[in-house]
Nanobody, 118 residues
Framework: QVQLVESGGGLVQAGGSLRLSCAAS????????MGWYRQAPEKKRELVAT???????NYADSVKGRFTISRDNAKNTVYLQMNSLKPEDTAVYYC????????????WGQGTQVTVSS
């Protein structure tokens, strides 16, 4: 079983930065593909960024060049550095982990609110 706990959300002005953290329990963290999703009010949950066990990353077009996903396997933690934030980045951000490399995201955190004011 993998448990995920996000932190680092908050209120920031447009153009500002935030760093989200996701602490994972469980010894399989280093082999898991990890992802960050977000869900804004009245919108579907969308994938923001992913990072594989080999540290290959992928980003949604809307955040490319502004957000950076990284992981520290020694700390069982994945990060999302968010720069040049825009009001449209406002959402609840969720950390997720795959159970197997090619499988779905089986494990989810509780979410952390990010609010960007204009």
């Amino acid at each position: 079983q993998v448990q995920l706990v996000e932190s680092g959300g908050g209120l920031v002005q447009a153009g500002g930065s935030l760093r989200l953290s996701c602490a994972a329990s469980g010894s399989i963290f280093s082999s898991n593909t990890m992802g960050w999703y977000r869900q804004a009010p009245e919108k579907k949950r969308e994938l923001v960024a992913t990072i594989t066990s080999g540290r290959t990353t992928n980003y949604a077009d809307s955040v490319k060049g502004r957000f950076t996903i990284s992981r520290d396997n020694a700390k069982n933690t994945v990060y999302l550095q968010m720069n040049s934030l825009k009001p449209e980045d406002t959402a609840v951000y969720y950390c997720a982990a795959k159970g197997t490399p090619s499988g779905p995201y089986n494990y989810w955190g509780q979410g952390t609110q990010v609010t960007v004011s204009s």
